[in-house]
């Protein structure tokens, strides 16, 4: 049994029907802070298998502990935590509680029940300003924000848990920038607000429920002056788990990348999309977004060679699955 923390989430929810699809069986903790029950629903759904949903908060260690033994859990997947890089510099105690207390509770809780297998969601935002490209798993790593110093906080947990223990196994996984939906359109990306990130703006814009799009600067050094990222098919990350899982059979803690390795700028985003969905999407350029870096992208070869695993979903794929999900749930989950 796999323990999926902020399994309703969006990229949980995808992984949690990688899993399933693997033969695994799964429990899901969440606490849909930021999240439906019904991407639970659906997942199954998708699947045709069931998972067991527990309502409850990574940081009530006494509770996980019951959880993971009823359970019989061998292994964490986890999700559970805040993302939002704006929301972070507002409100750091909030990130550092979810975030870094969280996820110290969840390893003790792992710790007195003896599981020792666990991935962590990490992400490039543990690199900084990017000092080469692409950046390597061994490029330093500097978080410039609230958000990325949780995350690189409990990278350095984990790394310290494994000197500890070497007996543990633990998979840091580096997101690059997760977009796209499960090709059924039943599940996807459900931003609570004003969505922050390119993608989930864009598609708000093409179903009609924003106006323009914001280009956050058109002067940066990247060939159209526009910032580029390395956009990331969520079911591409999804099997990356998988492939990762299986590596805990042997004790080992390792950080890889997941990303395709190119980068695409805003403009070229909005391309793809307009051509997914066949919608205009009007868009202004303005300031630059305090913070924003001009370009990076993954260097990918370790996660081949590590995990025999590498991202086969273009652009165009990430669009047009995002568009079917926007577009036959125009509110979401709600
Ligand atoms: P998400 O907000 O959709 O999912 C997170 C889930 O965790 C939600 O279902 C939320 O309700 C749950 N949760 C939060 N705090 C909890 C707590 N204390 N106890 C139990 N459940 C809790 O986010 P996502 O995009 O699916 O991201 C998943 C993970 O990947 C996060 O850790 C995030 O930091 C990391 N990550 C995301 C991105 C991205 O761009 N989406 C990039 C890099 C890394
Ligand atoms: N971006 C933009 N308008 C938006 C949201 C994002 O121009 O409304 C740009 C942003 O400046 C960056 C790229 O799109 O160059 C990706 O931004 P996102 O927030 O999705 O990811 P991150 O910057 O966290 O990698």
Known sequence: MILVTGGAGYIGS?????????GEDVVVLDNFCNSNPASLDRVQEICGKPLVVVEGDIREQAAVEKLIIEHGCTAVLHFAGLKSVQDSVARPLEYYDYNVIGSHRLLRAMENTGVKKLIFSSSATVYGKPQFLPYTEDHPLNAINPYGRT??????MLRDQYVG?????????RYFNPVGAHESGLIGEDPRGVPNNLVPFVAQVAIGRRDRLNVW??????????GVRDYIHVMDLAAGHVSALKLLD?????????????????????????AASGKHIPYDVKPRRPGDIDAYYAATD??????????????EMMCSDH??????????YG
């Open 151 to 156: 995350k690189l906080t409990i990278e350095d």
């Open 14 to 22: 995808h992984a949690c029907i990688e899993l399933l699809n693997a």
């Open 250 to 274: 042997t004790p080992r803690c390792f950080a890889v990348n997941l990303g395709t390795g190119a980068g695409s700028s805003v403009l070229e985003v909005v391309r793809a999309f307009e």
């Open 217 to 226: 600067g058109n002067d940066y050094d990247t060939p159209d002056g526009t």
């Open 165 to 173: 223990d070497p007996t543990w196994s633990i998979g840091i996984l």
């Open 302 to 315: 370790y996660a081949l060679r590590l995990m025999g695993w590498k991202a086969t979903r273009t652009i």
């Open 323 to 332: 568009w079917r999900w926007q577009s036959s749930n125009p509110n979401g």
